[in-house]
């Protein structure tokens, strides 16, 4: 097991677009987080899934924010109309519900131009 | 979950124990400790965590006041590449839902 996995590493994008972003948690893991970082600040809680339910999306940031894990395994992270503010880091972490800590991946640094 | 304060920023020896501090007053008696680091464009990597009792593990120790109003985590011999941020984090419960990052202490380790 390599880990959580998150892809691209990087991406950039013109103002306007949509982004996926892909992350592929610890295989026996039934929690997976998603986070945003912005220069010099802490990660900041989107929303996360219980297998493939999503228990909590009221941090997501707008309704340009969505997020899915359709099979329990793999989740997405879709941003629609991408603005400048939206340049950030994307974290992605994957725990077991009871008993286990947070595993994080290397993130996907988003730069909207 | 309760709000944590740490210093902003602090300096180490190499090969000496750092040792940073964390306050969390308004602790509830259900909400665990967590250290947390984040080493330059990676993601934050699990330290250790506690809930009243003093904790070990091979990279760092975990001493939390009887009170339960602040704790302190040592990293015994501070290396280079312990150079990151150091995030101080308690949350309801062992794992399981989300965790609040404030601004953390920025540990430079220096030769």
């Known amino acids: 097991d390599t880990g959580v996995s998150q892809n691209p590493r990087h991406k950039i994008t013109k103002r306007g677009q949509n982004v996926t972003f892909r992350c592929d948690p610890i295989s026996e893991h039934n929690r997976l987080y998603w986070y945003r970082q912005t220069l010099g600040q802490g990660p900041e809680f989107l929303t996360y899934f219980q297998n493939e339910a999503q228990l909590e999306k009221s941090r997501l940031l707008s309704d340009r924010f969505s997020a899915e894990r359709p099979k329990g395994s793999f989740s997405t992270l879709e941003i629609q109309r991408t603005e400048q503010g939206d340049s950030a880091m994307y974290l992605c972490a994957s725990s077991l519900t009871l008993g286990g800590v947070d595993t994080f991946g290397s993130g996907t640094r988003l730069t909207v131009v | 979950d309760a709000k944590t304060t740490q210093p902003p920023s602090m300096d180490c020896a190499e090969g000496r124990a750092a040792n940073l501090p964390c306050n969390h007053s308004t602790i509830s008696g259900n909400e665990y400790v967590y250290w947390y680091r984040q080493i330059h464009s990676q993601g934050p990597q699990y330290i250790i965590h506690g809930l009243k009792n003093n904790e070990t593990n091979e990279m760092a120790s975990l001493i939390i006041t009887e009170d339960r109003k602040s704790s302190t985590l040592i990293l015994p011999h501070a290396t280079l590449r312990d150079t990151a941020v150091y995030y101080c984090?308690?949350?309801?419960?062992?794992?399981?839902?989300?965790?609040?990052f404030g601004g953390g202490t920025r540990l430079m380790v220096k030769p």
């Open positions: 984090i308690v949350r309801v419960g062992n794992a399981g839902n989300m965790l609040t």
